[in-house]
């Protein structure tokens, strides 16, 4: 990964920065997958635990388009994302793991979509309760919803 981070900071056109982008999102979901087979054995062993920390939700779905909209394209899928306004700009969570579930989610619906048609991905939130600090505890739905044939 090293290599395209190199390339960020030379002096590099716009459509060769996005491509360095493109490839440094692609490798870290690649990077973040490994990791997640690799803990296959933490969780059978019952060791295994869920990396809680602050991040932006609305920048992981960002990296997720980002690495998916070639394949779209290739297709002419059309990708809508809609983040409701009740949804909190940070959450706290496992980013990764996340990323993980979401990007398989979107990837099978590119894979079955038929050719020209529309993916809709919605993030909203659900205030739930409030925890012993005053912080609120909610929880976030995210839909994805394609033209294909289903399971």
């Not at 459509?15 to 997640?36: G, P, Q, V, Y």
């Not at 009740?86 to 990007?103: A, E, T």
């Not at 894979?111 to 609120?136: A, H, M, R, W």
Request: proline share 3%.
């Amino acid at each position: 990964m090293g290599v395209d981070l190199l390339g960020l900071s030379s002096n590099i056109t716009g459509a060769e920065r996005k491509s360095l982008n493109m490839m440094r999102a692609a490798l870290e979901f690649i990077s973040d997958t490994i990791d997640n087979v690799l803990n296959l054995q933490k969780m059978e062993e019952g060791k295994f635990n869920l990396e809680m920390a602050p991040f932006s939700f609305k920048d992981c779905i960002d990296k997720l388009f980002l690495i998916f909209n070639g394949s779209a394209v290739k297709k002419n899928i059309l990708l809508n994302l809609e983040i409701f306004p009740n949804m909190p700009s940070r959450v706290i969570g496992d980013s990764h793991r996340i990323l993980h579930v979401i990007g398989n989610l979107l990837s099978n619906a590119i894979k079955f979509s038929p050719n020209n048609k529309s993916i809709y991905i919605e993030v909203q939130s659900e205030l739930i309760t409030k925890d012993s600090d005053g912080n609120e505890v909610a929880n976030v739905l995210f839909t994805i919803e394609d033209e294909g044939p289903g399971i």
